[in-house]
Nanobody
Framework: QVHLVESGGGLVQAGGSLRLSCAAS????????MGWFRQAPGKEREFVTA????????KYADSVKGRFTTSRDNAKNTVYLQMNSLKPEDTAVYYC??????????????????WGQGAQVTVSS
């Protein structure tokens, strides 16, 4: 069993920044990618970014490329999502997730097994 908890969400003005953290506890094993997904009101959940175990390989959705950065600190069992130049369309509940099996930074929900409860991010204009 793996338990994930997101933190760092909140309200920010357009152009501002936020940093989300996702702390893992329980059965944490090396080799698994971590991903971030988000769901805006009235829309389906979508892929944001993912990072492999080593931190060397990452994937980003086109909508956030150049603005968001993901990183991880395995000694702390924590993954981060740095969000810069935030836009109103970034408003969503952000979820972190751990891969279902060891491998690269998967981009599909189907490749993730454990999910956090979500963190609300609201960007005002």
């Amino acid at each position: 069993q793996v338990h994930l908890v997101e933190s760092g969400g909140g309200l920010v003005q357009a152009g501002g920044s936020l940093r989300l953290s996702c702390a893992a506890s329980g059965r944490t094993v090396s080799g698994y990618a971590m991903g971030w997904f988000r769901q805006a009101p009235g829309k389906e959940r979508e892929f944001v970014t993912a990072i492999d175990w080593s931190g060397d390989a990452t994937k980003y959705a086109d909508s956030v490329k150049g603005r968001f950065t993901t990183s991880r600190d395995n000694a702390k069992n924590t993954v981060y999502l740095q969000m810069n130049s935030l836009k109103p369309e970034d408003t969503a509940v952000y979820y972190c997730a751990r891969g279902k099996y060891p491998g690269p930074p998967w981009t599909s929900e189907r490749d993730y097994a454990y999910w956090g409860q979500g963190a609300q991010v609201t960007v005002s204009s």
